[in-house]
């Protein structure tokens, strides 16, 4: 197979991905319709690196890791951390409550590592899940190593319509306290009204004009390598994941004015990364034979199952201790099973469904968006990625 032809096929699938969760308002994810033509295509004629073929090594695919997740760090606000520490706090008790429930339960009836490699990948996306198969797959766990990217791609289905029945019972319940005169616009949300900061303070000298893609590609691969060296600087007192340092520069780099945020889209590059490595991702199915795929059912139903009862459980005391409700204490809980741009799609149809009133409409966008947004940010950007590099270490 050629290359080209090899990259045309992929891609497609990636589009097939796409329009299908674009008809059905992200109920059926994208990740999900991919995977599943990846899964046929590697059961019949795709040749078992059609991926490498395409162009995407492994190389090049770290290059990329190192990329997105040093970009992830430069789209953290700490001033909208700071307005939605109750979001947080949720999110985090959340986490706490699918690491409880599945080390409780689960570890009884999957084993330890199966639990271990599930975690992360249930409260992340596709670098926890990536960090998690890799080491599965280096500790010899083939089986493991597909159960990852497995767990990553069906988790949403439990996210989903969860999170959609949550918010339209707290949309309902706000709608009815605003029309009844109880709150109004100024008595809802977090947003942060302050004057956006001034980006790339360290370059005032520097005209606009020399702020090339190239530059912008630069300055991320160096705080990329940057944090490479200092986790390997810190291996023989503290092993911390090269990727986890990576989020932490990024937060770093953007504070003190070395990168602006988002620079990977400014530098018209975010699109392809991410195509590169949902297709790395997907590569990972190669190893999944029909009968692996039977075997992982009862782990992957039951990890899912037992982790979001254990999220309801905690998400709700800690919702109790600071008085939100639970059904928004809920929702924000369960971003960890999809992350961003899910949660925002999520919360705007239910917006969309509940009233077409631009006040009304202005005053459920205000409470629920930011704290959805935030605690997406907080589960599947931050903490999925620090678990990974803690749990891949277990393996």
């Given at each position: 197979m050629s290359q080209m032809l090899a990259l045309s096929m992929?891609?497609?699938?990636l589009f097939i991905g796409d329009v299908i969760a674009i008809r059905t308002k992200a109920w059926i994810p994208s990740i999900f319709i991919s995977a599943t033509l990846f899964l046929v295509?590697?059961?019949?004629?795709?040749?078992?690196?059609?991926?490498?073929?395409?162009?995407?090594?492994?190389?090049?695919?770290?290059?990329?890791?190192?990329?997105?997740?040093?970009?992830?760090?430069?789209?953290?606000?700490?001033?909208?951390?700071?307005?939605?520490?109750?979001?947080?706090?949720?999110?985090?008790?959340g986490?706490?409550?699918?690491i409880a429930a599945l080390f409780a339960i689960g570890t009884f009836l999957f084993g330890s590592e199966t639990i271990i490699v599930a975690i992360p990948p249930l409260v992340g996306g596709l670098v926890?899940?990536?960090?998690?198969?890799?080491?599965?797959?280096?500790?010899?766990?083939?089986?493991?190593?597909?159960?990852?990217?497995?767990?990553?791609v069906m988790q949403g289905f439990a996210g989903y319509p969860l999170t959609a029945v949550m918010l339209k019972k707290e949309g309902k319940r706000l709608l009815q306290q605003?029309?009844?005169?109880?709150?109004n616009e100024k008595q809802v949300g977090n947003r942060d009204e302050s004057s956006p900061v001034k980006e790339l303070t360290l370059f005032n000298w520097m005209p606009e004009k020399y702020n090339t893609e190239f530059f912008k590609f630069f300055r991320l691969a160096f705080v990329g390598y940057l944090a490479y060296q200092v986790s390997v600087w810190l291996a023989p007192y503290i092993a911390i994941h090269a990727f986890v340092?990576?989020?932490?520069?990024?937060?770093?780099?953007?504070?003190?004015?070395?990168?602006?945020?988002?620079p990977l889209?400014?530098?018209?590059?975010?699109?392809?990364?991410?195509?590169?490595?949902?297709?790395?991702?997907?590569?990972?199915?190669?190893?999944?034979?029909?009968?692996?795929?039977?075997?992982?059912?009862?782990?992957?139903?039951?990890?899912?199952?037992i982790g979001v009862a254990g999220m309801y459980v905690f998400s709700l005391i800690m919702g109790k201790v600071l008085k939100v409700s639970k059904e928004m204490a809920f929702a924000v809980s369960l971003t960890a099973l999809y992350g961003f741009p899910a949660d925002y799609i999520i919360t705007n149809e239910v917006i969309n469904s509940l009233t077409q009133d631009e006040?009304?409409?202005?005053?459920?966008?205000?409470?629920?968006?930011?704290?959805?947004?935030?605690?997406?940010?907080?589960?599947?950007?931050?903490?999925?990625?620090?678990?990974?590099?803690?749990?891949?270490?277990?393996?």
């Open positions: 992929l891609v497609f699938i295509g590697y059961w019949t004629f795709f040749p078992a690196n059609i991926v490498e073929l395409s162009g995407i090594h492994s190389t090049v695919a770290v290059m990329l890791i190192y990329l997105l997740i040093t970009n992830m760090g430069t789209l953290l606000s700490l001033q909208e951390l700071i307005n939605q520490w109750k979001t947080i706090l949720i999110a985090l008790a986490i706490l409550g699918i926890s899940a990536l960090i998690m198969s890799e080491g599965a797959a280096d500790a010899g766990l083939p089986s493991l190593a597909v159960f990852a990217i497995v767990i990553y605003f029309r009844n005169g109880e709150i340092l990576c989020l932490l520069f990024g937060v770093i780099a953007t504070s003190v004015g070395f990168l602006e945020k988002h889209k400014k530098a018209n590059g975010f699109g392809f990364a991410i195509m590169g490595l949902m297709l790395y991702i997907l590569d990972g199915l190669k190893k999944a034979t029909p009968d692996m795929m039977v075997e992982l059912i009862y782990p992957l139903i039951g990890c899912i199952v006040k009304e409409r202005e005053v459920l966008t205000s409470h629920m968006l930011p704290p959805m947004l935030v605690a997406g940010f907080i589960t599947v950007t931050i903490v999925s990625v620090i678990l990974a590099g803690i749990f891949v270490g277990f393996l």
